[in-house]
Every structure is written in structure tokens, then in C-alpha cells.
């Protein structure tokens, strides 16, 4: 019986079309849109890959040559550049994934060691272990300088709360400081080993931390709410020898982006039916809550 025979089936039985479409809608809103693209540097150093999680696979490669550091830290403008520290690590270049070229290249004070996109729109660059400099990207900017008393390491990324996140000393937490006053953690969060200590860290737009294993193989989903392991998507095949091929450098920063910067179409809003099964067992519990009320 097709789904259309099912749907008149029930609505025949005393269901009606609003209530139908009320919960379909509420329903496929609980499926997950796809993740946007992970952008991040190869072993090579030499090359920026764009890797689908879902599909677990490169969508797209960006030559960058020796524009970026083997280890680079990234951050996506809302303008869809990448930025990333230079070869030098005094300085960051601002890559058109458009164009694929370097369009501007930025001196940063004393150099340059980790760098965020914050929710206020602002670029935070880290450097000397100590200072984490606030800049207007229009222009590049310096604002503001917080000083952290007792240091902060090179790779953090700013959270949608507006708190900045970094690896604690011991590479096995995740702490959170309150810039402002940032000699005091205000949350500190288990990772173990599950994250590479040191590499890149970002947030995903599910609001979990993302990070690299120490293998280069996965990247790791960590969810502060839940304080776990939430999810590990495989960026890597294993050739006969046992040797990994990762699309990512295992010490690379990592940052999201969306679909549209390498012209593939735009993921469906969430609410949109997007798939045979979720549409059948969003149907399926719509008959059986009609049954149970009748």
C-alpha cells in the first residue's frame, strides 16, 4: 500500500488533513539538516580540504601552497573567506574560496598562534601564549587585548555563548573563560583523549565542539551540555599496509562552512520532508497517535 493510500486510509477513519500536516511538520522538524562543509588542512600542508561528514567524503580541494601553516588554525568570515595563519606565523592570510587565491594578507601583533570568529562578528587572534587581541575585520582593525594571567594555549575557538574555549594545560579538558576576566575558568569540560591535544577546535552549528583524534583519522563531536562523546565521523581510508590517509592534517584547525561556498545547493530547511524513511515513520506515528485518540 503506497504512503498516498495510507494517508487517505487514516483521514477516511476520522483524521483530518490539518492534523496531518500539523504533525508531519513538527515531526521532520526533529531531523537534523545535513552539517555544512569542515574545512581543514591536509598532511601536506599543502592543501585545503572540504569534507562532507554525512557523505564522509573531500567535496572539494583548494591548493593553497605554502599560504597556510601545516598546522594552520582557521576561521570563516560570514563572507564565506577563509583565514589562516601564513607560513611565518606572524601574519593571516584571508583565502577566496571563489577565487582560490590569497586576497589580502594581515600582520598580526607579535604574531599569531590561534585565531576564532566570535558571535559579535570580530576576529580573536591568540599569541604569546599570554594575549588574545580582538580585531574588526573590515580592515583589520585591532580593538582589544585581554591579557590571560595564566596563559592560554594556541588553538581555542569562541562559542555562540560568547565564552572562549581552550585546551587546559594537561590536554585532557576544555576550559571556558569569560573574556574580560579571563585568569578565572568558569567551565571546564572532559575530553580525555578522544580530541588530539592542542589541534583545532570549533563548534559545529549543532552547538557541540569539534576536533581532530590523535590519529588524524576522526573528527570528534564533543557535547559540552551532555560533557561526552557525542559523535565520531571518519575523514580518513586505510590503504593495504594499514597506513591512514586522512583529509585532514592531525594537528590542523578546523572550521565550518556552508554548502554554497563551493556552489552545491543549499541544505533543505530542517522542517522540509527530506527523505522516504523519515516521511514513512513520521507517517507511521501520526496513524498510530490517531489510533490511540480514537
Not at 62 to 81: H, N
Not at 151 to 161: C, H, L
Not at 209 to 227: C, M, P, T
Request: with cysteine; charged share 15%.
Amino acid at each position: 500500500m503506497t504512503m498516498v493510500m495510507l494517508i487517505l486510509q487514516r483521514l477516511k477513519q476520522g483524521g483530518s488533513i490539518l492534523s496531518f500536516l500539523t504533525f508531519f511538520v513538527v515531526c521532520t522538524n526533529a531531523h537534523s539538516a545535513p552539517l555544512p562543509l569542515l574545512y581543514g588542512i591536509d598532511g601536506n600542508g599543502t592543501t585545503v580540504n572540504a569534507f562532507d561528514l554525512d557523505a564522509q567524503r573531500v567535496v572539494a580541494s583548494y591548493y593553497t601552497g605554502d599560504a597556510f601553516q601545516a598546522e594552520s588554525r582557521f576561521a570563516l568570515s560570514p563572507d564565506g573567506s577563509l583565514y589562516g595563519q601564513d607560513g611565518s606565523g606572524r601574519a593571516v592570510n584571508v583565502y577566496d574560496l571563489s577565487t582560490r587565491t590569497v586576497a589580502q594578507r594581515y600582520d598580526c601583533v607579535d604574531g599569531c598562534s590561534g585565531l576564532s570568529f566570535g558571535p559579535d562578528g570580530l576576529l580573536y587572534i591568540s599569541r604569546g601564549g599570554f594575549w588574545v587581541d580582538a580585531y574588526d575585520p573590515t580592515g583589520f582593525r585591532l580593538l582589544t587585548t585581554y591579557t590571560f594571567d595564566g596563559g592560554i594555549g594556541g588553538s581555542f575557538a569562541m562559542g555562540p555563548d560568547g565564552l572562549l574555549y581552550t585546551w587546559a594545560p594537561d590536554g585532557l579538558h576544555v576550559d571556558a573563560y569569560v573574556l574580560g576576566i579571563p585568569s578565572v575558568v568558569v567551565a571546564t569540560y572532559d575530553t580525555g583523549e578522544a580530541i588530539n591535544a592542542g589541534s583545532g577546535l570549533t563548534f559545529g552549528p549543532d552547538g557541540h565542539v569539534y576536533g581532530i583524534d590523535g590519529n588524524g583519522a576522526f573528527v570528534i563531536a564533543f557535547s559540552l551540555r551532555e560533557n561526552r562523546v557525542v559523535a565520531t565521523h571518519l575523514v580518513a581510508t586505510y590503504s593495504a599496509d594499514g597506513a591512514i590517509n586522512s583529509a585532514f592534517n592531525a594537528g590542523s584547525g578546523l572550521v565550518f562552512g556552508t554548502r554554497a561556498d563551493i556552489g552545491a545547493p543549499v541544505p533543505l530547511s530542517p522542517w522540509v520532508p527530506v527523505g522516504g524513511a523519515v516521511g514513512a515513520m513520521c507517517l507511521v506515528l501520526w496513524m498510530n497517535r490517531r489510533a490511540k485518540s480514537d
